[in-house]
């Protein structure tokens, strides 16, 4: 398997205008998350999803962010607009099932400067 | 709220020689403890986790300690390597998928 895989892997962006990340998790997994990670805050989970369907979208910073999972292989993560504090690098990840242990795999992140 | 402290942020050791990561946490509910390793432009990758009703556990060169009693828990790396050199994240999870992390600690491993 490919592992998660996530586009671009790089954006910069100008403040106000529109930013959309993508992932495709794992075949099989019915997990999703989104997390965010900075220098000052670390990691932090923003987002799951369970099939489809967004289960806690508590971590979710402002409403200028928004999840969609359309399918069971494709999701984003919206920002609009954009700001200059949204810059860090947004990992998406993925795990087979709900059970406390399951591994949660991470893809290689979106580096997201907004200028 | 919920916290993870870890310490220390940066830690230099001699290829060979042994690392420890130490870790506390705040909810006494957190009942699944994992550690992850991340290698620049990666994503983090999980390298070994323990539950709360055991107090080591270990995979070759890397062992994990659990005191639930302090809320404290450990990564221990033995015979470090140069590829071993990367952030170490220690994470808490109170059931559920909040997984609380720590804010990192970068090892080095000089060769």
């Known amino acids: 398997d490919a592992g998660v895989i996530q586009s671009p892997r790089h954006e910069v962006t100008e403040m106000g205008q529109e930013v959309t990340l993508r992932c495709k998790p794992i075949?099989?997994?019915?997990?999703l998350f989104w997390y965010r990670q900075t220098m000052m805050r670390g990691l932090e989970l923003l987002i799951y999803?369970?099939?489809?369907?967004?289960?806690?979208d508590s971590g979710m910073p402002e409403d200028r962010f928004s999840a969609k999972m359309p399918n069971a292989s494709f999701s984003t993560l919206k920002i609009q607009p954009s700001e200059p504090r949204d810059s860090a690098v947004y990992f998406c990840?993925?795990?087979?099932?709900?059970?406390?242990?399951?591994?949660?795999?991470f893809g290689p992140g979106t580096r997201l400067t907004v200028l | 709220g919920e916290n993870v402290e870890q310490h220390p942020s940066t830690l230099s050791v001699q290829e060979g020689d042994s690392a420890v990561i130490k870790c506390t946490y705040s909810?006494?509910?957190?009942?699944?403890f994992p550690w992850y390793k991340q290698e620049l432009g990666k994503g983090p990758q999980l390298i070994i986790d323990?539950?709360?009703?055991?107090g080591e556990k270990k995979d070759q060169r890397i062992a994990v300690t659990l005191n639930k009693t302090a809320k404290h828990f450990s990564l221990h790396i033995t015979e470090t390597q140069p590829e071993d050199s990367a952030v170490y994240f220690c994470?808490?999870?109170?059931?559920?998928?909040?997984?609380?992390f720590g804010a990192g600690t970068r090892l080095f491993v000089k060769a």
């Open positions: 990840a993925s795990s087979r099932t709900g059970v406390l242990a399951d591994t949660q795999y």
């Open positions: 075949s099989g997994h019915d997990y």
């Open positions: 999803f369970n099939n489809n369907v967004p289960i806690d």
């Open positions: 909810d006494s509910a957190s009942n699944y």
């Open positions: 323990i539950r709360s009703n055991v």
């Open positions: 994470a808490a999870r109170a059931g559920g998928f909040k997984t609380i």
